[in-house]
C-alpha cells in the first residue's frame, strides 16, 4: 500500500522549515506538518528502541522526495552494497574469516513448478543412481528469471519456492540479491529488491513500523521509504524460511496493520505483508519447506505461484564438482567415482550433501589428483550430513536427539519390512511429534479423489535404509539384527534388505561410532560381533557358487567397516576383514562388471590378507587404469585370471577395434611383471590402430607375455585375425611351454555402449593357422565372422555387417557354422547361397539357417553340399519356392544323413506324397528334435495345399504330429483357422487318412460331420495318448465329439480344445474345455478369459472338476449351458455374481464331485462364501483348490491377490473337519491400504503364499511345500504343476511340456487333469505354436 500524504489542515499556521546539509541533524518543535530539505541520515535500526524507531521513521517518511539524481545514486550504492554483503559466503565448516565466492559454490538448481503423482513420487524416492536421474527428467522445469513471467494467466504476485532441507533455496535466494545487484537478474521487472530471513525474525521482540520493517540498513531506508511510495510495482521482497517462524497461526491471522507507519509486532507486520494488507502492489517470494507450504499458500496474496526444488539434476551434479574441484580433469575423475556408488550418486542431487561429499574428498583431490587414497565410506558421508542437517537446519526440536533418531528409525524400518516408501501423516504422527522441525523427512499433498491427503517420506530410499540400520543399533538391538540377517538364508533372500546390512557393517566403523557418540548414539559394538559372525558363514556356505549381487556385496560390507591402512593389527577391524577374506579363498569374479569404486573395494580387501589363493578378473571390463589401481595387490594372489581391455569404436564406418587380453596364471604376478604388463598396454592407448607404432607395441606385449612363468592360458580379441595376428600366436605357441589353450575372438567391444560385435576372420589368418605346425598339447580355438565370397572376399573392419559374413566358430579339427543373428536379420540370395555351399563340404556339423528365394534348381548344389552320413544340425529354408517334386528330392536326400537335428522348409504346396514323404524320413532316420515343412507366405492361400504346415518331433519314445490351417484373412474366404495336435506312441499311423479329414474341414470347422468324421479317425490311431485342437469356434458338436472321443478310446489321457487369443469368439461356448481320465477318476475342465493388460480389472473364470464317474452329455451340456452367459457380462456386476452362483449351485448337486479347483483374479469374501457353500453341502467333496489367477496376452497365468477379507473369511467359518482348503495367490505384506486392484499385483509387496486349511489347523507358506504336503497334494490328484514346478518327478504323474522359441515341443505334455493354471500354461504353448507358424509365413 502506498504512503498516506502529509497534508496540514486547511488553515493551520506556525509551518516550520527546516534545511539540512547531508549529515545534520535537526530537532522539530512539532512532529507534523513540518517540511525537512537535504539528505538526513537516519539513526534508525531494526534493534532500536521503540521511541526513536517511531520518531526517526515517522521524519523520514513525510522528507521531501529525494531528487531523481539522489536516488539513482543511492540505488547504485544499494547495489554495491549488497555485492558485498552477498558476493563471499561462509560454508558449515568455515573458519573465521574463511569463505568463499558465492558464485564458485552456486549451480543452478532442478525447479518444477508442478506437484508430483503418488507413484511417480515413488519411484523417485526408489530409484538410484542413472534411473533416478532419468525419472526426474520427466518433469518440466523452470528457472529463477521465470518467477515472475506470465503463464497464460495472471502474472503472479506471490511465488512460493518450496524444498526440503538441504535442497538449496536460502542459497537460492542469496544468488537472486547477487544477480540483481549485479546487473543479471531482474533489471527490467524490479527497482529494488529487499531480503527478510525469518530466522532473525524470531529474535525481534519490539515494535516496528512497515518501512523499519523491511529496511536492511539505515543507510538505504530513505531509499527503501521512497521506492515503495513511488514504485511499490518494481519492488520485489525475498522472504526466506517460513517454515522457521516460532510465532502461532493466532499470532498471524490475528493481525491489524494497515499503513506503513504505526508500529505494531513483528508477526503482524510479517502477516499483513504477507497477505497483501500492506505494501499490496509489491511482488513476494517465500521460501519454506513442504511442511509449512500448505498453511503459507492459504496465507499468501493472490495470484500465486508454486515452484519446488528437487535438489540437482545429473548436470548439476557435475557442475557443482566441477566448480568445487576447480579443475575439470580432477572434477571427472572425482565425479566417476562417485558415479560408481549409486547411493552416493543419487545422494548428491541433494545440495548440502553434494558439498558435503566434495567436502571429503578435498584434502585428496588437492594432494593427489590422481585420488590414490581410499574413499570415504558411505555410511561416514551420511551420518556427516545427519550431523550437518541436526547441527544447522534442526532449530526448535521439541524432543532430544536420541529420541527423534530412534522414532525416525522405527518408522523407517516400518516402511522397509512393508517394502513402501510414503507415510500416512497419521502413522509419522505416531512417531514424531514436531514435524515441522524435522528436516529429513519430506511432505507430499497428492489428490485423493475429490480430496487431498498429506503423505510423508525420507529424502530418499537410502536414508530410509540409513536410519533403518541406525535404528538397529539402538540399545544394541540383537534380536532385531538376528531376525534380519536370518532373511538371507535358504531361497528367502529379501534383497532389499541388502542396503541395511550394509550400513550396518558402516556403522560398526570405529571413526563411525565416535561420530555416533558425538550425537550422544550408542556404540553398536555388540551387533558387530554378530555382524562378523554371518558374514563368516555366508561366505564359507556359499565361497563356490556366490552370484555376482552378493560377491559385491560382501566387498563393500568388508569395506564399510574400514578404518586406517590394511593390515595393521592394532586396528580392530583389520582381523576380522583378514578372516573373511581367508575363508572367502577362491574369488571368482568371472563375467562380473567392476567400477572403479568395486576396485577399490577389491583392493582394500585384498591388502588385508597376506596371499590369495585363486583370484579370477576374467571379462570383468578392466582397464588398464583400473588395473594400475589393483596393481599393489595382485602379486599375493597363488593363481591369477587376469582381463584388461583398451576399447575401440563400433561405429559402422570405423577402423578402429581395440584390443582385449585375458591370461590366466598358475603362480604369482609379481610386481614387476605386472607393471610391465600394465606400461606396454598403456602404450597402445597412445598410438593409431594398423600403425607402425602400434604393431610394435603390439609385438613388445606379446614377447611379454611369453615371458610370464606359468602361463596357462590366453585369449586375444580384437577386429581381425590377419596373418600378422596369426604369426603372432604362433610365437606365443613356440615360446611358451605351458601355454595349453589360446582363444582369439574377432570382435570390438565399445565401452560407450556397453556391447561388443563380431569382427572378421581373414582367410590369410586361417589359413596360415590351419597349415603351421603347431604343439599338439596346446589348442587354438577362433570366433568371428568369415565371408563366405570365394572372389574378393571382405577384408575391411566396416564390412563386417555384409551378409557375405557369417559367424564362425572353429579349431584345427573342425568348423562348425553358427547363425547368430536372426533370421529376419539376414538374407541370402540364391546365387550368395550358391557361393556358400561349395564351404559345406568340409563341415563335420552344419546348422544352416536361409531366408533365401531357393528354387528347384538350387536342390541339387544345396544336396551335394550336405553329403551323405554326416550329422545335419539343423536346416531351415525360409521364403523358398520349393515345389512338391523339389521337396520329396530334398527329403529324399536328407534321409541320407546320419542324424538330424530338426529341419524347417518353406514349399509352394503340402500335397500327400510330401506329407508321407516327410513322414518316411522321421521314421527311417534318427531325428533330434522335429521335421516340418510349411507354406511360404506367398503360398499362405494355396487352394491345392492340404494344410498349411506339418510337424513331426520325437519326444524321448513318442511321437507328436501337428497338423495346421492358418486363417485365411481375405474379406471373401470362409475359411478359419485350426490346429491339430496329437501325442501317439508310434509315428506308425495313417497320416494319409488324417490329413484328408483334416482338409474336409477347410470350409467350415463347426460342420458337426466333418468334426466326428475327423475324432473317428483320431479314435482309430493306435497309441493315441492326447489331443489338443485350436479352433476359432468351441461349439457343442465339437465338445460332443470330445466326449465321444474320451469315452471311447481306451489309451487316451485327455483332449483340451481352446481358442486362439485374440479370436476369442463370442458365440463360442467357452475360451477352453478339456475332459480327461485318470484310472478311475474323470476330469472335466472349462475357462473363458478376459482382458489381463495392466490396467484391467476383468481375469475370467476357470473351473476343474474331478468327479468319480464319467462326464456324462446331459453334466457336460448343463455346464457349459451355464458357463456361456459369464462370457458376455462385466465382471462384478450383480448379473455376473447371479450366474456364478448358479453355476456354483449346480456344482454342488453333482453327486460324484470329489474335488474342484477354482481360478480368478481376486479371493473376496463373495468367493470365500462360495467355497465354503460347496464344502458344506457336497456330500462327496474332499477337497477345494483355489488359485488367484490371471492369463496375460499369451495365456501365461500370472499370480493374483488373496484379499485379506477372503482369507479372513475362511479362517473364521466354521468348516467341514475333514475336508481340504488349499489357496495360492499374492498375499500383500503392508499393515495399512493392503493392494487391492488387479493392477498391483506386480508391486513388491505382494508375496507369493501357498495356504492350508483342514479343520482348526491352518498353514501359510512363502517357500515350497513340506515333503509331507507334497504327499498328500499327490494323493489327492489335484494340482500336479504345483510340484513339478518344485521339481519334484513321480511315476504316473504328469509331464509339464515346454516350448523353445522356435516352436520345439520338449519334455513330456501337459494333461487336462493338471490345474487350471496348468491348463493355461499348456494352451500358451498351443498359441506359441501357432504364433511360431504364422511367423515362418511372414518371414
Known amino acids: 500500500m502506498d504512503s498516506p500524504s502529509q497534508s496540514p489542515p486547511s488553515g493551520a499556521s506556525g509551518e516550520v522549515n527546516i534545511s539540512a546539509v547531508a549529515g545534520s541533524h535537526v530537532s522539530a518543535p512539532t512532529q507534523s506538518h513540518n517540511t525537512v530539505q537535504g539528505n538526513i541520515s537516519n539513526t534508525s535500526h531494526l534493534h532500536l528502541h521503540h521511541h526513536q524507531h517511531h520518531h526517526s521513521t515517522r521524519d523520514s517518511a513525510i522528507a521531501k522526495p529525494i531528487q531523481e539524481v539522489d536516488l539513482i545514486q543511492m540505488t547504485c550504492d544499494y547495489k554495491k552494497w549488497i555485492c558485498s554483503q552477498y558476493e563471499r559466503v561462509q560454508e558449515y565448516n568455515s573458519l573465521p574469516c574463511e569463505d568463499v565466492a558465492l558464485t564458485d559454490r552456486y549451480t543452478d538448481l532442478l525447479i518444477v513448478q508442478k506437484h508430483g503423482e503418488e507413484e511417480q513420487k515413488k519411484r523417485e524416492i526408489s530409484f538410484r543412481g542413472e534411473s533416478f536421474f532419468s525419472a526426474r527428467e520427466t518433469y518440466q522445469s523452470t528457472t529463477v528469471d521465470q518467477f515472475f513471467g506470465p503463464d497464460g494467466r495472471d502474472v503472479p504476485k506471490a511465488v512460493i519456492l518450496q524444498g526440503h532441507s538441504g535442497h538449496g533455496k536460502s542459497f537460492t535466494v542469496k544468488k537472486i540479491m547477487l544477480d540483481w545487484a549485479s546487473g543479471n537478474l531482474y533489471q527490467d521487472r524490479f527497482e529494488l529488491i529487499l531480503h527478510l530471513r525469518c530466522k532473525e525474525l524470531n529474535h525481534v521482540s519490539v515494535e516496528r513500523c512497515v518501512i523499519d520493517f523491511v529496511s536492511c540498513s539505515q543507510t538505504f531506508t530513505p531509499l527503501i521509504s521512497q521506492k515503495l511510495k513511488d514504485s511499490p510495482q518494481k519492488v520485489l521482497v525475498l522472504i526466506d524460511g517460513f517454515d522457521e517462524l516460532q510465532f502461532t497461526m493466532s499470532e498471524i491471522n490475528n493481525s491489524s496493520v494497515t499503513d506503513h507507519f504505526t508500529p505494531a509486532p513483528v508477526e503482524a507486520i510479517l502477516s499483513a505483508l504477507l497477505k497483501g494488507s500492506v505494501l499490496s502492489n509489491c511482488f513476494l517470494l517465500v521460501t519454506t519447506r513442504p511442511t509449512a507450504a500448505d498453511t503459507l499458500s492459504k496465507l499468501l496474496k493472490r495470484p500465486q505461484r508454486y515452484t519446488e526444488t528437487l535438489g540437482f539434476s545429473e548436470k548439476g551434479v557435475e557442475k557443482y564438482f566441477e566448480k568445487f574441484c576447480q579443475d575439470e580433469q580432477v572434477a571427472e575423475k572425482a565425479l566417476s567415482r562417485v558415479k560408481a556408488n549409486e547411493t552416493l550418486f543419487t545422494s548428491c542431487s541433494i545440495p548440502v550433501l553434494c558439498w558435503i561429499v566434495c567436502t571429503v574428498f578435498r584434502k585428496q583431490l588437492k594432494e593427489n589428483s590422481e585420488m590414490n587414497n581410499g574413499l570415504e565410506t558411505t555410511t561416514s558421508i551420511f551420518v556427516d550430513f545427519v550431523s550437518t542437517l541436526l547441527e544447522h537446519h534442526c532449530q526448535g526440536l521439541s524432543q532430544p536427539v536420541p529420541t527423534l533418531l530412534r522414532s525416525l528409525g522405527q518408522l523407517a524400518e516400518r516402511g522397509m519390512l512393508e517394502q513402501r516408501v510414503l507415510f500416512e501423516k497419521e502413522s509419522v504422527e505416531s512417531k514424531i511429534s514436531d514435524l515441522g522441525s524435522v528436516p529429513f523427512l519430506c511432505k507430499f499433498l497428492l489428490k485423493k479423489k475429490v480430496r487431498k491427503k498429506e503423505m510423508f517420506s525420507f529424502m530418499h530410499l537410502s536414508f530410509q535404509e540409513f536410519f533403518t540400520a541406525l535404528y538397529y543399533t539402538f540399545d544394541q538391538n540383537e534380536e532385531k539384527v538376528e531376525e534380519l540377517l536370518k532373511s538371507f538364508q535358504g531361497d528367502e533372500m529379501k534383497s532389499h534388505l541388502l542396503p541395511v546390512i550394509q550400513f550396518l557393517f558402516g556403522l560398526s566403523n570405529r571413526e563411525v561410532m565416535q561420530d555416533l557418540e558425538h550425537l550422544k548414539l550408542p556404540s553398536p559394538s555388540s551387533i558387530r560381533r554378530q555382524l562378523e559372525e554371518w558374514m563368516l558363514g555366508l561366505i564359507k556356505r556359499n565361497s563356490d557358487s556366490m552370484k555376482a549381487g552378493m560377491t559385491l556385496f560382501i566387498l563393500h560390507c568388508l569395506y564399510e567397516l574400514h578404518e586406517g591402512k590394511p593390515c595393521e593389527d592394532n586396528h580392530e577391524e583389520t582381523p576380522f576383514v583378514r578372516r573373511a577374506m581367508e575363508a572367502w579363498g577362491v574369488m571368482n569374479f568371472y563375467s562380473i562388471p567392476l567400477t572403479r569404486t568395486d576396485c577399490w573395494v577389491l583392493l582394500y ?104 612363468p606359468d602361463l596357462m ?101 573342425k568348423c562348425a557354422l553358427k547363425e547368430s543373428v536372426k533370421p529376419t536379420d539376414y538374407r541370402l540370395s540364391a546365387e550368395e547361397l550358391r557361393k556358400l555351399l561349395p564351404k559345406l563340404s568340409c563341415c563335420k556339423q552344419i546348422k544352416l539357417k536361409v531366408v533365401a528365394d531357393l528354387s528347384d534348381a538350387d536342390v541339387g548344389d544345396l544336396v551335394s553340399a550336405l553329403g551323405e552320413g554326416d550329422t545335419l544340425h539343423t536346416l531351415q529354408l525360409f521364403s523358398s519356392g520349393l515345389s512338391d517334386e523339389g521337396l520329396q528330392q530334398l527329403l529324399r536326400a536328407l534321409s541320407r544323413q546320419a542324424t538330424i537335428g530338426k529341419v524347417e522348409l518353406a514349399v509352394q504346396t503340402i500335397t500327400l506324397p510330401a506329407a508321407c514323404a516327410l513322414q518316411r524320413l522321421f521314421q527311417h532316420t534318427q531325428i533330434g528334435e522335429h521335421v516340418g515343412v510349411y507354406l511360404s507366405r506367398e503360398d499362405i492361400r494355396a487352394e491345392d495345399s492340404l494344410c498349411s504346415s506339418i510337424f513331426l518331433t520325437r519326444e524321448k519314445s513318442n511321437f507328436m504330429l501337428a497338423v495346421n490351417r492358418c486363417r485365411d484373412l481375405s474379406p471373401e474366404s470362409e475359411n478359419s483357422g ?81 481358442l486362439p487369443k485374440p479370436t476369442d469368439s463370442a458365440e463360442s461356448l467357452c475360451s477352453a474345455y478339456g475332459l480327461g481320465r485318470d484310472g478311475t477318476l474323470f476330469r472335466l475342465s472349462v475357462a473363458h478369459y478376459r482382458d489381463s493388460s495392466p490396467g484391467s480389472e476383468t481375469s475370467g473364470l476357470e473351473i476343474r472338476l474331478i468327479l468319480s464317474s464319467e462326464v456324462s452329455d446331459t453334466m457336460q451340456r448343463e455346464i457349459l449351458h451355464m458357463f456361456h452367459p459369464l462370457r458376455h457380462l462385466a465382471e462384478n456386476s450383480p448379473e455376473y455374481d447371479e450366474c456364478v452362483d448358479a453355476l456354483m449351485a449346480h456344482l454342488s448337486s453333482l453327486p460324484d464331485l470329489m474335488r474342484l479347483c477354482v481360478g480368478t483374479n481376486f479371493l473376496t469374501e463373495i468367493w470365500a462364501k462360495r467355497l465354503l457353500f460347496l464344502i458344506n453341502t457336497c456330500p462327496r467333496l474332499q477337497a477345494v483348490w483355489f488359485s488367484a489367477v490371471v492369463c496375460n496376452e499369451s495365456w501365461e497365468s500370472e499370480d493374483c491377490l488373496l484379499l485379506k477379507e477372503g482369507v479372513r473369511c475362511l479362517q473364521e467359518a466354521n468348516r467341514h473337519p475333514g475336508r481340504i482348503i488349499r489357496l495360492k495367490g499374492l498375499r500383500c505384506c503392508k499393515s495399512t491400504e493392503p493392494c487391492t486392484q488387479l493392477k498391483d499385483r506386480t508391486l513388491s509387496c505382494n508375496q507369493l503364499v501357498r495356504i492350508r486349511m483342514k479343520g482348526e489347523s491352518y498353514t501359510e507358506r512363502i517357500t515350497e511345500w513340506t515333503e509331507a504336503e507334497r504327499e498328500e497334494i499327490e494323493k489327492e490328484g489335484m494340482e500336479r504343476e504345483e510340484i513339478e514346478r518344485e521339481g519334484i518327478e513321480k511315476e504316473g504323474m504328469e509331464r509339464e511340456e515346454e516350448m523353445g522359441r522356435e516352436g520345439i515341443e520338449k519334455e513330456g505334455m501337459e494333461r487336462d487333469d493338471m490345474s487350471l493354471v496348468c491348463l493355461v500354461v499348456m494352451m500358451a504353448f498351443v498359441v506359441i505354436t501357432v504364433s511360431l507358424i504364422v511367423s515362418r509365413h511372414v518371414k
Request: with cysteine; charged share 25%.
Open 713 to 813: 592360458k590366453v585369449a586375444l580379441s580384437t577386429g581381425c585375425l590377419t596373418e600378422i595376428w596369426a604369426n603372432r600366436i604362433l610365437t606365443l605357441i613356440h615360446t611358451c611351454p605351458q601355454l595349453r589353450e589360446v582363444q582369439f575372438g574377432a570382435s570390438i567391444c565399445d565401452s560407450s555402449r556397453g556391447e561388443e560385435e563380431r569382427g572378421l576372420l581373414l582367410e590369410e589368418g586361417i589359413c596360415l593357422l590351419q597349415e603351421a605346425q603347431r604343439r599338439p598339447d596346446c589348442t587354438i580355438s577362433l570366433i568371428g565372422k568369415r565371408c563366405c565370397l570365394p572372389v574378393d572376399p571382405c577384408t575391411r573392419l566396416q564390412d563386417r555387417k555384409l551378409r557375405c559374413n557369417i559367424l564362425v566358430e572353429m579349431d584345427e579339427k
Open 605 to 708: 580387501c585384498l591388502q588385508c590378507c597376506p596371499t590369495i589363493k585363486i583370484l579370477n578378473l576374467e571379462k570383468c571390463n578392466i582397464t588398464a587404469d583400473k588395473l594400475r589401481m589393483l596393481q599393489p595387490a595382485l602379486s599375493r594372489c597363488e593363481e591369477l585370471g587376469l582381463g584388461i581391455a583398451h576399447y575401440g569404436d563400433s561405429s559402422p564406418e570405423s577402423e578402429t577395434s581395440g584390443l582385449q587380453l585375458e591370461f590366466h596364471l598358475s603362480s604369482e604376478l609379481s610386481s614387476t611383471k605386472l607393471r610391465d604388463t600394465l606400461h606396454m598396454f598403456h602404450q597402445l592407448t597412445h598410438s593409431a590402430e594398423n600403425s607402425p607404432e602400434y604393431d610394435e607395441c603390439v609385438d613388445a606385449l606379446m614377447a611379454h607375455l611369453s615371458s610370464l
Open 978 to 1058: 485350426l490346429l491339430l495336435r496329437a501325442e501317439l506312441e508310434t509315428a506308425d499311423i495313417a497320416l494319409e487318412e488324417v490329413l484328408r479329414r483334416f482338409h474336409l474341414l477347410k470350409e467350415n470347422t463347426g460342420h458337426d460331420e466333418h468334426v466326428a468324421g475327423l475324432f473317428s479317425v483320431l479314435a482309430s490311431l493306435p497309441g493315441l495318448k492326447f489331443v489338443e485342437i485350436i479352433v476359432d469356434c468351441l461349439t457343442i458338436g465339437w465338445a460332443n465329439s470330445m466326449l465321444s472321443l474320451c469315452n471311447t478310446c481306451c489309451s487316451l489321457d485327455g483332449v483340451c480344445m481352446n
